[in-house]
């Protein structure tokens, strides 16, 4: 037990908060720690003190005692062991068994080739430990292995520095540490929920609802380990990461969306884009026929599942960079029923000078017999009469097709 003499150093390096005014902070520091086991492999060990027969742990009660006579570090290892521990529990153990080639094997021999009481005492102990190994609570929350070994290294980094670390200290480091490890747990398990949506959807409240689920998920996972703080500076923490991968998801959702919507965009439109690389819509009539398909590849683009929000404004994008196209092509179509009109006007005037000189040269004709002697005056008179009726006419359409032509010029 002079062995133990680290125990009476335990109050100086170990306290129970960071600061206290509290002068029974040091007898509550054995509230924190576990029971004292002492196992005794003294095969020469008499159970007998004063002549009576003891149990073991009457011995261990016996061996803590003061004795005047030791020294002061004997007494004060035992006041130590005493204060700290109330719960002590002793197991003496029997020699493992009378054959010395089985004592230099005995980790490789059977429980049947051991002595029997051996056998029995190692039987206690591990009942014992497995009826006493009760899960350590901090703050309400069951440490696991992890948990432990970051406080027995943040102590053992401590007073290896020559601190003094308090019990608060540590517990506040280590549930700060694993608060974290449980954000990023519970991050991970709002991703892989967000993750089973198929994107893009254009129902915005199905994406908040999703968001709704994934997030009651992640909190779960956070409250199942979670070390309750006073600011709640984690869970406050998850809130915002969450809403931040929300946003990130809308954004994916609308990238998404625009991506696939330009997909079938390209599919729906890839036959008016062939036509009029063709030229087919360059021919005459070809504007009417390019309206016509486009207003069927449009149909069938407006009729494709799963185009989410951005289906209206890729499509108005789409209609904008294709205006000036449409432009093009319904002006060459004026031009070519202008350019018919005016052939047609054109002909009309030929006719007309074509009659005019006819009635020239007939009035020219008559001209010549009047000077023979061969018509008379009245025939005359009718056709200069017809002749100038003829001319204005003539003149007049063909103002009228001039001034139409201007009009369309200017258009």
């Known amino acids: 037990m002079s062995d133990l003499h680290i125990v009476t150093k335990l109050k100086n390096f ?22 004292f086991v002492w196992v005794i492999r003294d095969f020469c060990l008499e159970m007998e003190i004063d002549g009576k027969e003891v149990t073991a742990d009457e011995y261990l009660e016996t061996c803590l005692l003061p004795n005047q006579e030791k020294n002061k570090e004997y007494n ?27 004592l230099r094997n005995l980790e490789n021999i059977a429980d049947s080739e051991l002595d029997e009481d051996f056998v029995a005492e190692i ?20 440490l696991n292995g992890r948990m432990l070994s970051t406080l027995l290294q943040t102590f053992t980094e401590c007073i290896s520095r020559g601190d003094a670390p308090s ?21 991970t398990c709002y991703r892989e929920s967000m993750d089973k949506l ?26 199942q380990l979670y070390f309750p703080d006073k600011d709640y500076k984690f869970q406050n923490e998850l809130k915002v990461k969450l809403q931040t991968l929300l946003q990130q ?36 009539g070809g504007y009417r026929k390019y309206i016509a398909d486009w ?31 449409a432009n093009r092509l319904a002006m060459n179509e004026c031009l070519y029923w202008q350019t018919k009109e005016l052939e047609a006007e054109k ?36 056709l200069i009469q017809t002749f100038k009726a003829d001319k204005q006419k003539n003149r007049e359409e063909i103002e009228a097709f001039m001034q139409s032509a201007l009009e369309k010029k200017k258009h």
């Open 347 to 382: 002909q009309k005037v030929t006719i007309a000078e074509m009659e005019e000189k006819l009635l020239r040269d007939k009035m020219t004709s008559l001209q010549k017999q009047k000077e023979m002697g061969e018509t008379n005056e009245k025939e005359m008179a009718e």
């Open 198 to 223: 198929v994107l893009p959807v254009k129902d915005a409240f199905k994406l908040q609802q999703h968001h709704i689920e994934s997030e009651r998920k992640a909190f779960d996972v956070f409250k």
């Open 76 to 102: 004060e290892c035992r006041k130590c062991i005493t204060e700290l521990f109330p719960d002590r529990k002793c197991f003496i153990f029997p020699q493992p068994t009378t054959k010395v080639k089985h």
């Open 14 to 35: 170990i306290k129970i908060k960071t600061q206290t005014n509290d002068s029974k902070e040091e007898d509550e520091l054995w509230k924190t720690c576990l029971p």
């Open 295 to 325: 207003n069927l590849a449009e149909e069938e683009y407006l009729s494709a599942k799963g185009k989410g929000p951005k289906g209206e404004k890729v499509l108005l994008e789409f209609k904008k960079n294709k205006a000036g196209e």
């Open 167 to 187: 019990l608060q200290t540590v517990v506040q480091s280590m549930a700060d540490r694993e608060n974290s490890k449980i954000v990023a747990a519970a991050e």
């Open 123 to 142: 039987t206690k102990l591990r009942d014992y430990v497995y009826s006493r190994a009760e899960p350590r609570i901090v703050q309400g929350v069951p």
């Open 249 to 284: 998801y809308c954004k994916r959702n609308k990238e998404e969306s625009e991506k696939k919507c330009r997909t079938i965009l390209i599919h729906a439109f890839k036959e008016v884009e062939e036509k009029h690389m063709n030229g087919e819509y360059a021919k005459p």
